[in-house]
Each structure stands twice: as C-alpha cells, then as structure tokens.
C-alpha cells in the first residue's frame, strides 16, 4: 500500500510540498524575494552613482567619455543575446526536448564567457592607460576634473566587476544545468531549476540593461560632437 | 492552473525590441538635451527592463503574490533613490542637473 502511494508522486516532490504545482510557486516566489535582496544590494551602488552624479556631472561625463561605447554596445548585444537563448533553453525544458535545452544552455554559457572576454579587454586597457582608481592613477585628460573622473571610474569599476562576478556566479550555474540536463533530470513535469536559473540570468542582463547608458552614454555626446 | 508556455515567437519579438531600444538609446545619446539626457536613456532602459522582467521572466503569467512582491521590490528601490535625491537636491550650493 505504502509502495502504491509512492509512484503517484514525482520523484523530484519534496515531502513538505503538497503537489508539483505548489512545490514550483513556492520556488519561484523564493527566487523572486532573492532577486530583491539583489536589488538593494546593487541599488546601493547606483544610489551612490546618481548622488555623485549630480554633485560632480562634469567629471561624470568626462570620465564615460573614456569608456569604450562600441564594446559596451557590443556587450550589450551580447547580453540580450544571452537572455533570448536563456529564454529558448526554459521554452525546450518546458517542451521536454534534452537536445534543444543541452544546446540553448551552452549558447548561452558561450555568450556571457564572451561578454566575460570583452569585459576583461575593456579593464586590461584602463589598467594600460593608469585610468584604474588605484594607486597608478594618473589623469592626463581635461585639468581640474581628476578627482571627478577617479570618483566615476571607482563607480564603473565597483558596479561593472559587481556585475561580472555574478556573470561568472551565472556560468557556473550553466555549467550545472548542463550536467544535469544532459543526465536527463529535467522533463516537462520537472524543470524548476533551468527557470529559475533563467530567471537570475535575466536580472543579471537586467543591471546591464541600467549600466550601459549610464556608464557608457552619459559621455557620448562629447564623442559626436553636438 | 497548469505552467504557461511562452511562444518562441513572443520570445523573438522581445528579443527585436530589445535591439531596437539599445540602438535607440546609443543614437539619441549623440545628442545632447541638456538635463534630458538621463530621463531618455532611463526612459528607454525602463521600457527594456519591463520588457524583460514580464515576458523573459515571466512575470505577465505569474500568480499574483510574486506579481505584488516584484513590484514591491522595484518600489523600496524608487523609494530609497527618491527620497535621498528629494535631501540632496534642495541642499543650498548642491548642483541641480541642467540648472547652472
């Protein structure tokens, strides 16, 4: 009898959960509070980032100036690149094909190691130009703005690194979800993982979406010359 | 209440949105507005970051208690940056964007 009461339940059902259904809202509601607690925790940073910003505007758009606007942009392309093949991946696990998930996974994974590897170029090249906030700094641009521009390049280097570490947190994950998928553990009626690892992907793809424009943009008209 | 499947297509045109936006917002940031400059492209990285959130993230479909707890989370945010802005902003000699 106990034997018959068994094989009615999912494998993956936790005994504290009533059924699939409940066990999945309970996952994605505890992703969500996750997900807010990441909010405030990079909201933070650009709290500081709209206070100096107001305080110190001039240096602000000198200091983007610096930044490279078409590897930002390409990284951005990237990075919503990255999300519609995350999206894919949690379209195929919900349709229960291993190959097309396995796939989409990978793509992405390959997709931020390349956002990763043009990150790594643009600070290479700070490092180069004594533009990184540390004790080789020297500023040999605009006079009277130093201070202004260190202060912004200290921001850019807090929020983008922030970010970058939790792109490398999101390959890591990948790389799990890859395993295991690719061990068969995921199906239409189980899937919770590959979602809720879309939906940190996304967040992520999120505070790229605010620090492109305000890191990369605010200097850009400089550029063009208007 | 069985799981939502988002079509391909959905995902593919927010995908195409997506794109235009970021070219959009690289193009008007050659211009200069003056004090406009951070409401477009925060304009524009909002209408992305919905974008995102109800259909790559599936928020649109989501039971209402994780709709009320995302919104509140973006809330707290806008709280937290309104109000420091709101003390900032009228301290006397404290820059005002676009007001010299």
């Known amino acids: ?226 | 209440m069985s799981e939502h499947i988002v079509s391909r297509k959905v995902y593919f045109g927010i995908f195409g949105a997506l794109i235009a936006l970021t070219f959009t917002t690289v193009l008007v940031a050659r211009y200069d507005f003056g004090r406009l400059n951070a409401i477009v492209a925060m304009t524009i990285a909002v209408i992305k970051a919905t974008l995102v959130v109800l259909y790559f993230m599936h928020v649109r479909y989501s039971s209402r208690l994780t709709q009320v707890i995302v919104v509140s989370g973006f809330l707290w945010l806008f709280i937290m940056i309104a109000f420091t802005l709101s003390d900032y902003l009228t301290r006397p000699g404290w820059p005002v964007p676009g007001l010299k």
């Not at chain 1, 993956?12 to 309970?26: T, V």
């Not at chain 1, 500081?48 to 490279?68: M, N, Q």
């Not at chain 1, 200290?154 to 390959?171: C, D, E, N, P, R």
């Not at chain 1, 553990?185 to 899937?191: A, L, M």
């Open chain 1, 1 to 226: 009898m106990a034997e018959s009461h068994a094989v009615v339940h999912h494998p993956a059902l936790k005994h504290h959960f009533e059924n699939m259904e409940q066990q999945k809202e309970a996952g994605t509601l505890g992703m969500w509070v996750f997900l807010l607690t990441e909010i405030m925790f990079f909201g933070g940073l650009f709290l500081a980032y709209v206070i100096f910003r107001t305080k110190y505007f001039d240096g602000f758009v000198v200091g983007s100036h610096e930044l490279d606007v078409t590897l930002g942009g390409i990284n951005t392309v990237v990075l919503i690149l990255s999300s519609l093949t995350m999206a894919l991946a949690v379209y195929y696990s919900q349709t229960g094909n291993r190959r097309l998930l396995i796939f989409f996974l990978f793509v992405t994974l390959v997709l931020g190691l390349v956002f990763l590897g043009i990150k790594a170029e643009e600070y290479s090249h700070k490092f180069e130009h004594h533009l990184f906030p540390g004790p080789g700094f020297q500023w040999s641009g605009e006079p009277g703005v130093g201070d202004q521009v260190r202060l912004f390049l200290w921001i850019y280097f807090a929020m983008t690194g922030l970010h970058a570490l939790h792109m490398i947190i999101g390959a890591v994950m990948l790389l799990f979800l890859i395993y295991f998928a690719w061990r068969g553990k995921y199906s239409p009626e189980y899937h919770a993982p590959v979602e809720l690892g879309g939906l940190y992907w996304h967040f992520v793809d999120i505070v790229w979406i605010f620090l492109f424009p305000l890191l990369y943009l605010t200097g850009y008209h400089l550029a063009a010359g208007h």
